[in-house]
């Protein structure tokens, strides 16, 4: 059964760069895409982004030009950076799994599952 | 790139049925039969409930069902249990991007 461990930092000033990283054990790190979302408190989720085990990227038009996501398939293991980030980054920041349709060659990623525990991410002067 | 629509709450006696919507655009929702469904209860990590529209992934109770019609998709949580109170949220595919809605909070009276 896959399962994703994330960890990183919690607590940051405005203007650093948010760093996180998930490490996946028990399945396949291929054939799959590999999201982050983020949920600040009380609110709804936002989906940041995603990569695949080759190193393409999707991302969240709204935050693309602050984020990164790399992988390393020789440890299982993805990670975010948010730079420049502001108390509005203050969120539960998940990473997720996401399952892959293929259709006419073109791979639709499209339902997260599982999701990683979650980590707070505080970001206060 | 703009949030799905939800009904900010939803609520149901035990036993009863609710349905909860999730309204987009041709670009996500009317799209491509790529809605999925999420249960959160608070402070927990967020559940598949539903993938593909209408799939059940295993070991979700079959209470739970999804359908949709154009650009809205619809969750069904029939003969409701207590267990069941938590938000839910759904997702679509939307070509090069994904989008959740804005939540659920369903309330088991």
């Known amino acids: 059964q896959v399962q994703l461990q994330q960890w990183g930092a919690g607590l940051l000033k405005p203007s650093e760069t948010l760093s996180l990283t998930c490490a996946v054990y028990g399945g396949s790190f291929s054939g799959y895409y590999w999201s982050w979302i983020r949920q600040p408190p009380g609110k709804g989720l936002e989906w940041i982004g995603e990569?695949?085990?080759?190193?393409?990227?999707n991302y969240n038009p709204s935050l693309k030009s602050r984020v990164t996501i790399s992988v390393d398939t020789s440890k299982n293991q993805f990670s975010l950076k948010l730079s420049s980030v502001t108390a509005a980054d203050t969120a539960v920041y998940y990473c997720?799994?996401?399952?892959?349709?293929?259709?006419?060659?073109?791979?639709?990623?499209?339902?997260?599952?599982?999701w990683g525990q979650g980590t707070l991410v505080t970001v206060s002067s | 790139q703009s949030a799905l629509t939800q009904p900010p709450s939803a609520s149901g006696s035990p036993g009863q049925s609710v349905t909860i919507s999730c309204t987009g655009t041709?670009?996500?929702?009317?799209?491509?039969?790529?809605v999925s469904w999420y249960q959160q209860h608070p402070g927990k990590a967020p559940k598949l409930m539903i993938y593909?529209?209408?799939k059940r992934p295993s070991g979700v109770p079959d209470r739970f069902s999804g359908s949709k019609s154009g650009n809205t998709a619809s969750l069904t949580v029939s003969g409701l249990q207590a267990e069941d109170e938590a938000d839910y949220y759904c997702s679509s595919y939307a070509g090069s991007t994904r989008v959740f809605g804005g939540g659920t909070k369903l309330t088991v009276l």
């Open positions: 041709s670009s996500d929702v009317g799209g491509y039969n790529y």
């Open positions: 997720a799994r996401e399952s892959i349709v293929v259709v006419s060659f073109t791979p639709r990623p499209n339902w997260f599952d599982p």
């Open positions: 593909e529209v209408s």
């Open positions: 990569i695949n085990h080759s190193g393409s990227t």
